[in-house]
């Protein structure tokens, strides 16, 4: 029982696998879910524009 407490422990305060490959995947996450994100409130961004260009 100890081996595998020793085991899970071991796992948990493993450091060594952040690397630069992962940040890059994390980084190209984040860039399509902004775009997804920008791509959504483009179109009514431009209306309130419009709306708020032809009220002045």
Request: aromatic share 8%; charged share 10%; hydrophobic share 50%.
């Amino acid at each position: 029982m100890q081996t595998i407490q020793k085991l899970v422990s071991k796992l948990f305060n493993d450091e060594a696998g952040v690397t630069a490959m992962e940040y890059g995947m994390i980084a190209a996450a984040t860039i399509v879910a902004i775009a997804g994100f920008m791509s959504t409130i483009s179109g009514k961004l431009s209306s309130i524009f419009s709306t708020v260009n032809s009220s002045l």
